[in-house]
Structures are given as C-alpha cells and as structure tokens.
C-alpha cells in the first residue's frame, strides 16, 4: 500500500477467484459468503435479545430480502417508496420505510396503496410531514403507524432532541398516526476509521432519551431503533430493540477499512477487464468506470476501489466507462486482456448501477439474480 | 456565491419553470432547449464543413438520438456493445463505438452480430484487441471498419504516437480489418476552467501527425475524428473531418463552468422534493441524494449540484437518498415540501440512475421517453 496519511493500510481482503467466461463489467456475488453474513448479523442480534431489520437499499434484491428473512431478520429497512413497492410485489409483508416520506402528490396515492396491503411503518421528523401522511391515509382500516426519527450526531435528518420528538409524536397522533417508537441513523460512524462504536453510544443514548419522552407522554414506545453497519451490533443492548444495519450482506471496502466487517466479509466484487495499455507503463485502463464504481470515496480510501490481487495498484481517475489504474514502479501489473476483481468502496450506489447479480459458489455460477428495485429512488 | 478560491462563480444558468404534479426525484428535459442545442451544434458543424458524430452515453435514449439525426448528425457514437445493440434495435444505422473494445468471450459473438446488422466501426488501440476483433468477425461478408485512437493528452486510452498508432493500423491490417481512420478525446478540456480550446489544438495536432503516418503507410483515410463538449467545434477544421461531443445536447453545470456551453443551454434537470429541516436552521435536506446525483464533482465545483433558484445554497454531503444542503446564513432556503430545480454537475451518470426523462416544453410534461440503454455499461 502506499501508505497516503490518513487512508488504510490494511490487508487486502480474501475473496474467490472470480468464474470463468464473465461478460464485464459484472457484479458477481458469493453466495457462501453473504449467507455466512447474514447468519452471523442475525445470530449477533438474536443472542442480544433484538430485532434485526436490515436495510435493503444496499442490495435491492427480493431474492436477498427473502435469505436475510430466512436467517431470522423480523422485516426489512427501505429508503423509498419504490422500494417499499417492489418488495411488497415480491410477496414482503413487513416493511418500514426509514425516511422523512413526503407525502403529498403521487407520494400520497402509493403510500395509501402499500398500507392498505402491507404491514407498513414510515419515518417522520415534522409535524408538517405527519400531517401529510395523516392525510393521505385517511379513510384507511386501520391507522399508519409511523416511528419519529430523531438525530443522533450524524445531522441529517431527525429532529434534533427528545423535547422535538415528543412534539412530533403529538402532532403524528392528532392526525390519526399511530406512534409506535422512535428510530435514527448514526451515520457519524461512517467519518473516521474506528468511529461506529462511538457512534452507536451516540445512537443508544439519543433514543433512550427519546423514548423516555415519548413514554412520559402517553405513548406506548414500542421500536427503539438504531441502525448502521458500523454501529451495528454495537448499538443492540439497553434501549434498543432493533438494528437496521444494511452493507454488512455484500460488505465492501469502506466497511472493512472502518472495521465495521470481518476480512472474510466481502460478499461482491466487480469482475473488469484490461482494455488498454497504450498510454503509459504506469497505467492500465479496465472497463469498469464512473458508471459502474461510482465517484463515491471516502477521505480514508485512496482511489475508487481496490484490486485484491494488486494491492498496491491505484483507481485514479474514472471515467463514465473506463477506469484508469496506476500500477506504481515494480510492482505486478494485469496484462491486457486479463479480468480482474474489484472490491467497490461503497457496495450500495454500484449495485444501483447493475440489472443483475450473477451468483456464484466457489468460484462457479449458480444463478442471475434481478435488482428488482434497481432506479426505484421515488 | 461563496467564492471557494478555484470554483466557479458563474451566474446561475436561466432553466423553466418545474412542471406541477412531479413525482421526485425526476429527470426533466426541456425539449425547447434540447433541440436549440441540437441546432446550434449542428448548424456549428455545418458551417465547418465537418461531420457530428455525437456520443449518445449523455441521454441512452433513443429518441434523441434520432433528434440529433434529424437535426443533421451523420450517425452517433456509443461507448459500449450495449448501447450499440440498444441504438441498433432502435433503429440506428451508423454506430462508432469509441472505446478499445476488447472481443473476447460473450462480446465476440455480440460485436459479430451487431457488426452483421448495422454500418459499425470499433475503436483500437493495441496490436492485441486488433487481433481479438478480427477474430470475433471472421467470416463475415464484409470487413468490420475499425478507427485507431491515439491519446492526445487526456492520458486514458489511446497509442502514444503517430508511430505506435501505424504499427496499430498495420496489425489491424493484418488481421481482416478495415482501417477508415483515427480518433482521440481530449478529456482534459475538462481539468481546469477554459482548458477546452487548448486540448481542441492537442486533438487538431496529434490527429494530423496519426492521419499523415496512415497515409504514408498506405491507409485510405477517411476519418478524422476529434471528441468532447469543451474541445468541440475549437477542434473543427483543419484535419479534422469529425467531431463526437455529448454533453451539448442536455448541458451540465461543469459544462457551463467551463464555457463550454452557454447559460441557456442546460437542458435537463432533477426535481426534488425538500423532506427535512429538522436538524439545523442552516440545513434543508431533499430527496435527491447519490443514487440520483451521483458523487461526481470537478475540483473548481463546491458541491454535487447547483439550486438555480438559491444560487448561495451548497449540496454539501449526499447519503444514497438524501443531499444535506448548507444554506448560507442571511441567504433564502426553500421551505418544507417545496420543489426545487436542481442543476446536475455532470448529466451522463445522473442519466444512469433513472429508467425515463420527464419530457416537457414550457413548464407542461409533454411526454415520458424512456432511457433506452440505461445500465448497458457492458
């Protein structure tokens, strides 16, 4: 590694040699790996006595939605409506929609349509936005039931203590809501290496605050939700009675440099291959670019992604479909021709890219598995 | 503006009203715009006495790309084998794909079948993918038509020199080929504000230099073809008899940074929805984060996108669903629930992340077109 101030140093992951005859770019799962992740999330929440609702976001699979329910998760996490829809269509009952929703226009109708056939919950942190979501489902069977978001150090949504939840959990009742818990994001453990730990005392004591609040006023405080991979299980214990942790199934680069998964935990990689060599000794252009890896960087990861078999070997620059490589003097370069693994710094955005994983074990093809909500950002 | 030392401090670009009723995020295209930039490039070719071979990568949208035929382009340029299948079931008859297409396995068999059904010629840079093309066209009735690309001076792909793109020629020569002529793309218009003209003459110079070595090696030459929105017509004339620029038709922020296109040119836009303001009084959150976005952002650029209407406003950190938008203190924000018009800073992987542009002509939606080759980066 090159050992840039600040960024890691830590050793490249193991990950199976990738199979044969891969058209590229392609997204290619292993399947042994994500069904040993979901089972060591799910067994980490079990034997701390709460509930595991992991976000779906990262991969946007029914199929995968369905293994993490296989391996004991109680529902799922969305971030959009969209979401919510396909995995509603995919046979998904329980669902909760982790965001400040919006509802008015077309929002109110779909949001009106998946109450009325899923077991739904959905994100407030305004009266403003109660009161839309009180309006588009009036005239229901039976209320919406909604948790009240509050911050918790990551500043981006959520009110901002526990005096503006319960404010927001009267306004959510008024309206006709029903007011079930209270959730945030701890997305602070993402800045720095080391930082989810921190982040989920963060999380813990913010929604214990919260909840206290919301008990003294009446309320029965029945989800006290957290949710990171970095804060992760970190987060389960005391108050909290659900983790909504999302990257931990495919994992990637930014979650292993941040410790937030094992070494073994890398569940996707892209499969590129070499198309040029031409410009320079020091450079070799793959074909997995800005509209495969995405530009997402942390300030702790240098370059776009890393390449296990190369792992001094730089992603410099991206463009929309190629990747520029710097391979720093005297050490191993990938000849042209040759197809690589990459392991993606932020598994979510790129997955967003792709129709399709290809599913492997050991090292062979076991299937091609749809991105069922892939572009559903509405 | 905030006058970060090396960013823009452009005006805001003039852009229509929002259509009412949008569902958000979307992709709006304003078609009266989108055809002037149609015109302008077209009719700026024109009086050049040089072909518009423009990249369809921008818009994957078959629809404008017929746009940009009717308006006078002689054919289009695709980065991929897929883009090309999806143009080519469109319709599309004349097809260069500029990338160093390497032929090997399941893109053997898609680039013979393609090269059977449509006038395709293929990008080349080293005597190796040469050889791998001709052997994924053999037996076919009629040779496929291949161009060399030589860097002049983006540093991505592309041979050296005019010496190294006639071994290139020669061993495409060799193998079957057909060699019509040569191309670059002088990316590094794009590095610093106003850089365009200068790497149009890099593109001019090394183009003729390669074109004079191909003609004294023998080579009929009949393509000279220069490629970018900041290089685009500064290249044409001389040599040049082609030019490939993408970015013109919807326009971009960085584009309008650059100079490269004027302050009515931006074309296309994101609709989002402010959905929290709950964190801080200098904060409103909307719903379009980085898989709408995208974290793609040039270094004179503060921020993942411009608020034409809140010109002091900053798109500060994107989560996948969320942009957290820092509003100066004294300076207007948008309230709760509001629709705000956001400028993109680079339109092609914004493009990427939606399956239909919103088409309208005067703040009414006259139509959804979808993005045909959306997710084809293969």
Same mark, same amino acid.
Not at 22 to 25: E, I, N, R, S
Not at 275 to 281: D, E, I, R
């Given at each position: 590694m090159t050992g840039v101030p600040g960024t890691t140093t830590a050793s490249p992951p193991s990950v199976a040699p990738l199979p044969e005859g891969? =058209? !590229?770019?392609a997204l290619v799962v292993d399947l042994d790996v994500v069904e040993r992740n979901a089972r060591r999330m799910a067994d980490g929440a079990l034997s701390r006595g709460v509930a595991l609702r992991p976000h779906v976001k990262t991969h946007k699979s029914v199929a995968l939605a369905r293994l993490q329910l296989d391996h004991g998760a109680r529902g799922i996490t969305v971030g959009t409506l969209g979401e919510a829809e396909v995995m509603a269509r995919g046979g998904i009952r329980d669902i909760f929609v982790g965001y400040p929703v919006w %509802? =008015? #226009?077309p929002k109110a109708a779909r949001l009106a349509a998946l109450h009325s056939i899923v077991d739904l919950s959905v994100g407030v942190d305004s009266p403003e936005a109660a009161a839309q979501l009180g309006a588009a489902v009036t005239g229901s069977e039976r209320p919406l039931r909604v948790l009240v978001e509050i911050d918790s150090g990551a500043r981006r949504s959520g009110v901002a203590n526990a005096d503006a939840a319960l404010r927001v959990a009267m306004a959510a009742r008024d309206v006709g809501l029903l007011v079930i818990g209270v959730f945030t994001h $701890? #997305?602070? $453990?993402?800045? !720095?290496? $080391?930082a989810g730990p921190a982040a989920a005392k963060d999380e813990i004591r913010t929604l214990a605050a919260a909840a206290d609040a919301l008990t003294a006023g009446g /309320?029965? *405080?029945?989800a006290i939700s957290a949710g990171s991979t970095p804060t992760g299980l970190h987060a389960a214990g005391g108050p909290v009675n659900e983790i909504r942790p999302g990257t931990y199934l495919l994992g990637d680069r930014q979650q292993l440099a941040l410790g937030a998964i094992p070494a073994d935990g890398i569940g996707l990689v892209v499969a590129a291959t070499v *198309?040029?060599?031409? *410009? %320079?000794?020091d450079q070799v252009v793959v074909d997995a670019g800005a509209k495969t890896l995405t530009k997402d960087r942390a %300030? /702790?990861?240098? $370059?776009f992604g890393m390449l296990p078999a190369y792992p001094d070997a730089v992603i410099e620059r991206l463009f929309d479909y190629h990747a520029a490589i710097r391979i720093p003097s005297g050490t191993p370069a990938p000849r042209l021709g040759e197809v690589v693994t990459i392991v993606p710094n932020h598994v979510c955005p790129v997955v967003e890219q792709f129709d399709e994983f290809m599913v492997s074990r050991t090292g062979t093809i076991v299937g091609r598995w749809p991105i069922d909500a892939r572009g559903r950002s509405r």
């Open positions: 891969l =058209d !590229t770019p %509802a =008015d #226009g $701890g #997305g602070h $453990g993402y800045r !720095t290496l $080391g /309320f029965s *405080v029945e *198309v040029s060599t031409a *410009v %320079a000794l %300030a /702790f990861l240098e $370059g």
